[in-house]
């Protein structure tokens, strides 16, 4: 059986498992936190296990309903239904009650990449969505239509997807890096009515031509009726007679005022791709009340947001992250949110750390994938600034190697901010197993401890628990409001990927494990765990242990097939500035490994390389680096890779 199961057998076979640095929430800290001790979150942790309905209600009762709910929860697995009967709009709950109790703080506070700040009110983003709105609504877009959103990260980006869920449209967010037929695969999918976007949009210094991508992908996308283009760049561009208009003229004609739509609990807010790390990205969908109070809650307490945080996540809203923690759930909670439009490296290296001293950022957010490259561009990058205004750290995305945890602790937190680790995915909507940052003490390389309402458990594949210290399956074993509902138009998937691995509970797809205090560390995914003779062992272990070495930088490992040990372990490896790849390093790494770890997880083949696959969102893609460890070649669905170039030189270093 343990065979079939992710179970490290060999507990010294885990790196992360030997980490035993423990940091306390800072005093300063928690005595200000909305949560600030151990005691308290343990007593509302298991009132909200215990009486799910009161905790969620009380949760609820923050936000504005236009119609009471009349049952918190009905169902379960795949059909649960959250708030049934109540009626509310998102809208409502992120710019109008603000609009009217703090109307000229700032909501939005952007800067583009070239330089440009703009400061946007609560009264004047009130204004704002309203006409936005009705520009849709002029434009024919109603309740329950399907509207595409292609555009940088601009303040009317978020306008956008707040105008869909004022008058109800179900916004699907494309990211904007993507080509023209990963747009025509995801607006056809849904048959989208209409296309938001911009003329264009900065990054790294020169323009990305969206609206052109647009206009080539529309050649095969008959849903689409109208295009409504923000002005950016002022590039010029070609507009399509009776189908694209400019939201500046747009705007001046429409009524100043549009009410909002009363959503229904469970109709659809919006639609939304998944990063496609393991595969083909499907189109979660997401509901309205439930989606509402889990990225308020988590927001407020995670994020511990108060009235005068300048809360900076630097996630693009092409990602479930930008949905949740850029608008949804800090608007819910009424902050000034940072948007930036470019690159960290533009014009220089130090980008990110001069907006957080001159916009004096609070909370920073940010993914692990950034956090390597912050530390291979070298220190004296963000040594010169002070970073004083930072009381609060936070990372998503992928497991965090806790060199990389310590380097943003040290150089970003000066010591002083907690660190939030926060697990969770496209499908669950919001936050789900992170530090309560007042309250819990954090662990390098784990997310720790579950939010409220949450129930984690690792199991094996028929569902039994898996002894502390071990790995297995991580599944939710309750429902939670502000999961996806369904996959768009293929309800069948949504059943069978979640809720049929594992009897009764929600599948995650990853691996994990929990230690004698209950924290949780993840491992990789479940699809990418090695199997060497016998022995289970997650990519996580491996890849922290190499970037534990002075002189790397990034690694990723996967398993190709092996005669003898039934899978041999790969590593891929990127080093730090100013370090050379030789054959002695590879032995020295070799070892390392073996020393670190066992013998057993001693990469049988380790490659230099200078970049690794990537998602757009950052995530190392290691399917492609596995199908190229075993076949040389790479068929798998490559439409989310960042750059196929590097996959394209490590197909030529394979050959060489
Ligand atoms: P696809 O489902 O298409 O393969 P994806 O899983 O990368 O894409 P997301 O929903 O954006 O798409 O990412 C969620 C996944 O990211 C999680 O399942 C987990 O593997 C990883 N992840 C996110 N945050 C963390 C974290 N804090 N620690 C460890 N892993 C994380
Ligand atoms: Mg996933």
Known sequence: MAGQTLVTQNTNLSSTLREHRVFPPPAEFAAKAHIGSLAEYEALYKKSVEEPDAFWADAASNLEWFAPWSQVLDGSGPHAKWFVDGKINLCHNCVDRHALSTPEKVAILWEGEPGEVRKITYAELHEQVQRFANVLKAQGVKKGDRVAIYM?????????????????????????????HALVDRINDSSCVAVLTQDGSFRRGSEIKL????????????????????????????????????????????????????????????????????????????????????????????????GDDVYWCTADIGWVTGHSYVVYGPMQ????????????????????????????????????????????????????YDLGSLRLLGTVGEPINPEAWMWYHRMVGKERCPIADTWWQTETGALMITPIPGAIATKPGSATRPFFGIVPEIVTKEGEPVPDGQGGLLVISKPWPSMARTIYGDP?????????????????????????????????????????SGHRLGTM??????????????????????????????????????????????????????KEIGALARPDDLRFTDALPKTRSGKIMRRLLRELATTGEVKGDTTTLEDFAVVAKLREQDEA
Not at 248 to 269: F, I, N, Q, R, T
Not at 334 to 349: I, S
Not at 547 to 555: I, L, P, R, S
């Open 492 to 532: 069948k998937r949504y059943e069978e990927a979640y809720f049929s691995e594992v009897p009764g509970k929600y599948f995650t797809g990853d691996g994990a494990r929990r230690d004698q205090d209950g924290y949780f560390w993840l491992m990789g995914r479940v699809d990418d765990v090695i199997n060497v």
């Open 333 to 384: 909670n009424g902050v000034t949110v940072l948007m930036y439009e470019g690159a960290p490296n533009f014009p220089e290296n130090d980008r990110f750390w001069k907006i957080i001293d001159e916009h004096k950022v609070t909370v920073f957010y940010t993914a692990p994938t950034a956090i390597r490259a912050f530390i291979k561009w070298g220190n004296e990058w963000i040594e010169k």
């Open 541 to 594: 272990e491996i890849e922290s242990a190499l970037v534990a070495h002075t002189k790397v930088a990034e690694a990723a490992v996967v398993g190709r097939p092996d005669e003898m040990k039934g899978q041999a372990i790969a590593a891929f490896v990127t080093l730090e500035h100013g370090y050379e790849a030789s054959d002695e390093l590879r032995q020295e790494l070799r070892q390392w490994v073996a």
């Open 211 to 306: 609206k052109a991508i647009v206009d080539e992908a529309l050649t095969k996308c008959p849903s689409v009726k109208s295009v409504i283009v923000y002005q950016r760049t002022k590039s010029s561009i070609n507009m399509q007679e009776g189908r694209d208009i400019w939201l500046h003229d747009a705007v001046g004609s429409v009524a100043a005022e549009c009410p909002c739509e009363w959503m229904d609990a469970e109709d659809p807010l919006y639609i939304l791709y998944t990063s496609g790390t393991t595969g083909k990205p499907k189109g979660l969908v997401h509901t309205t009340g439930g989606y509402a109070v889990g990225t308020y809650l988590t927001s407020k307490y995670v994020f511990d947001l108060r």
């Open 152 to 180: 940088g990260m601009s303040p009317e980006l978020a306008m956008a997807l707040l105008a869909c869920a004022r008058i109800g449209a179900v916004h699907s967010v494309i990211f904007g890096g993507f080509a023209a």
